[in-house]
């Protein structure tokens, strides 16, 4: 167990909906990351908050948002849908700024699936 | 454009060998470069890490290979067990802008047979 938890485990919705993913870090890290896995892309970064302030975009549509709140959760929004956001989210946290702030330890996943 | 190149992308080692995974990076910029492991069902899982100031580094079973000049990097799962059949992600990171995003090859998926 990585102390990052996700909701939902598993999201079934309609093309042109809206969604919203939540995580919560492990106690005491300050950064939040999303990342977006599916079959032909991999592991693709979308976007990292750092104490409630975005600090780095990726490949994250416009249709997508995130946020961090003052309590260091995190929720990505998903809006529009379509066939091909079905993927797995992960959220990950790690402390920045420590010696070993590098590690990235990522939470269990919500899987999405668009019908 | 992906910047971190993963091989192979499945595996099949018996059970007692050593399987080998390779990957090659073209930002001269990366700074840390992780592998991890993910089961099915699971998230991705931190196993091992190094710096490219370090040419090798092991822990237990496992050791990164690390060449700065070639721009490349191999895991070494040594006496592969059943238990080690996952999939496998490298990955690398920049620390530019104060940024720490990782940027993943596309997995290499290992089966250890007995």
């Known amino acids: 167990d990585s102390g990052v938890t996700q909701t939902p485990k598993h999201l079934i919705t309609a093309t042109g909906q809206r969604v919203t993913l939540r995580c919560s870090p492990r106690s005491g890290d300050l950064s939040v990351y999303w990342y977006q896995q599916s079959l032909d892309q991999g592991l693709q970064f979308l976007i990292q908050?750092?104490?409630?302030?975005?600090?780095a975009k990726g490949n994250i549509l416009e249709r997508f948002s995130a946020q961090q709140f003052p309590d260091l959760h995190s929720e990505l929004n998903l809006s529009s849908l379509e066939l091909g956001d079905s993927a797995l989210y992960f959220c990950a946290s790690s402390v920045v700024g420590s010696p070993s702030g590098n590690e990235q330890f990522f939470g269990p996943g919500t899987r999405l699936t668009v019908l | 454009q992906q910047q971190v190149k993963q091989s192979p992308q499945s595996l099949i080692v018996q059970k007692g060998g050593i399987s080998i995974i390779n990957c090659a990076y073209e930002n001269t910029a990366f700074d840390y470069f992780p592998w991890y492991q993910q089961f099915p069902g699971k998230g991705p899982a931190l196993l091992i890490a190094?710096?490219?100031?370090?040419s090798e580094k092991k822990e237990g079973r496992f050791t990164i290979s690390f060449n700065k000049s070639a721009k490349q990097f191999s895991l070494h799962i040594m006496d592969s067990q059943p238990g080690d059949s996952a999939t496998y992600f490298c990955?690398?990171?920049?620390?530019?802008?104060?940024?720490?995003?990782?940027?993943f090859g596309k997995g290499t998926k290992l089966s250890v047979i007995p």
């Open positions: 908050y750092y104490n409630g302030e975005e600090r």
């Open positions: 190094i710096r490219p100031d370090v």
């Open positions: 990955a690398a990171k920049y620390s530019g802008a104060g940024s720490y995003q990782l940027t």
